[in-house]
T-cell receptor
Framework: DAGVTQSPTHLIKTRGQQVTLRCSPK?????VSWYQQALGQGPQFIFQ???????QRGNFPDRFSGHQFPNYSSELNVNALLLGDSALYLC??????????????FGNGTRLTVT | AQSVAQPEDQVNVAEGNPLTVKCTYS??????LFWYVQYPNRGLQFLLK??????LVKGSYGFEAEFNKSQTSFHLKKPSALVSDSALYFC??????????????????FGTGTQLKVEL
């Protein structure tokens, strides 16, 4: 049973560029969340998707956007990249909504470096 | 708002000794509490959770955590540490109040992490 998979594992971009990160949730999960983990920090919530809609959003600018597809996979898009966007981006999935007590299952992340 | 504090950046323990990693939280409603572990260049791995019931929760790899409502704490413990336990540990909280039951409110708020170093 595959867990949460993310691609690519590493990415180097230049300031001002745009990036797309991809995530496939764990089998049986339909809710996907994205987190940003800066070096030496805990993960920070970006947003959560369920039924192809953004359901909750953290304190991130509109440059951060996402999408969820009918097969529950998800993309995170970041426009106009800044040096400060350099971080590990983690995707997490969870059991169907209605089970708010379930833990999140994380992928191994995408390491984004902005130069 | 929900928040988590992990007061220790690093905890050093000798192998075979008990370990404790501290966590305190703040929520408006009832807390759902979680511990995760992160190995270098990897994602977060779920260890255990407290939702309701017994204050002592048992999880993976021999870890357990004690929920204390009056002290708003959820400390991670293990009776006998192993060198392989060395990793970065995160406490996280979800506020039951925010769970909407409509696919929203799944957000976890994490602490800043505690680096556990277990030495021979």
């Amino acid at each position: 049973d595959a867990g949460v998979t993310q691609s690519p594992t590493h990415l180097i971009k230049t300031r001002g560029q745009q990036v797309t990160l991809r995530c496939s949730p764990k089998s049986g999960h339909d809710t996907v969340s994205w987190y940003q983990q800066a070096l030496g920090q805990g993960p920070q919530f970006i947003f959560q998707y369920y039924e192809e809609e953004e359901r909750q959003r953290g304190n991130f600018p509109d440059r951060f956007s996402g999408h969820q597809f009918p097969n529950y996979s998800s993309e995170l898009n970041v426009n106009a990249l800044l040096l400060g966007d350099s971080a590990l981006y983690l995707c997490a999935s969870s059991l169907p909504a209605g089970t708010g007590r379930s833990p999140l299952h994380f992928g191994n992340g995408t390491r984004l470096t902005v130069t | 708002a929900q928040s988590v504090a992990q007061p220790e950046d690093q905890v050093n323990v000798a192998e075979g000794n008990p370990l404790t990693v501290k966590c305190t939280y703040s929520v408006s409603g009832n807390p759902y509490l979680f511990w995760y572990v992160q190995y270098p260049n990897r994602g977060l791995q779920f260890l255990l959770k407290y939702i309701t019931g017994d204050n002592l929760v048992k999880g993976s790899y021999g870890f357990e955590a004690e929920f204390n409502k009056s002290q708003t704490s959820f400390h991670l413990k293990k009776p006998s540490a192993l060198v392989s336990d060395s990793a970065l540990y995160f406490c996280a909280v979800r506020d039951e109040w925010w769970y909407t039951g409509t696919g929203g409110g799944n957000k976890l708020t994490f602490g800043t992490g505690t680096q556990l170093k277990v030495e021979l």
